[in-house]
């Protein structure tokens, strides 16, 4: 009866330990899964971004550039922003619209100019690397301020008469995506649900994509901030 007693706790024991090993098997097949999935989404959402913002992403990442904050790269030449988490993972992308000139600097002498006097040809989203924060603009509205010297803002989509941006932001080209004064302009679902979470706690870093200059001047220049 011992015998046949201690026999029975051994298969159950065995038993129990194989049943744990099966478990344990399926969690680690659905943590790689899940893993795999999540590096497949990234690489879906990225399949058609430049060549120039998987360079600056695969630099952010080895160097850390990113101080553990969210951030988001703005391909100019494309008009389309990529958002990331503080671990380099895409939340999401979308359109944006951009000042109507295509250059990097923007013109000094345009500081205290008033918009209306501002010409088509110092109307520019500015190149280079920025620590960005929330804050009101002159209405009280959040923005996001990328260049506060200048500032150049990231907000939602406005409407100006006569420049049709809604209608710009949602074409399928990226043509008609330079009219605004240097701000970005971006979909409100995208400045709600993704940028103010992820960028308004703390803060986070803006990459703006250089038209003119190489992709390398942008990574190896960090006085910006």
């Known amino acids: 009866n011992e015998t046949f007693l201690a026999m029975t706790q051994a298969i159950k024991i065995i038993s129990n330990t194989w049943k744990s090993a099966v478990l344990l098997s399926v969690l680690l097949s659905l943590v790689i899964i899940n893993s795999e999935n999540a590096r497949a989404k990234d690489g879906k959402e990225l399949h058609f971004a430049s060549e120039e913002v998987r360079k600056t992403v695969s630099w952010v990442k080895k160097n850390k550039d990113n101080r553990k904050l969210p951030y988001a790269i703005i391909d100019k030449k494309n008009a389309h922003i990529f958002v990331f988490d503080a671990k380099s993972k895409i939340v999401d992308h979308g359109p944006v619209l ?56 990231l907000h939602p989509v406005a409407n100006v008469p006569g420049q049709r941006r809604k209608t710009r932001l949602n074409s ?30 703390k803060a986070g870093i803006v990459y703006i994509l250089p038209e003119a200059a190489p992709i390398e001047q942008l990574l190896a220049n960090k006085d910006k901030d």
């Open 172 to 201: 399928t080209t990226s043509a008609d995506n330079r009219i605004t004064w240097g701000c970005i302009n971006v979909s409100k679902p995208l400045f709600k649900n993704v940028l103010t979470p992820l960028f308004k706690p």
């Open 98 to 153: 951009l000042g109507i000139a295509k250059s990097d600097r923007i013109d000094p002498k345009t500081l205290n100019a008033r918009l209306s006097s501002i010409g088509h040809k110092d109307r520019v989203t500015p190149s280079g690397r920025y620590v960005s924060v929330f804050g009101p603009d002159h209405r009280g509205k959040d923005v996001l301020w990328v260049d506060t010297k200048y500032a150049v803002g």
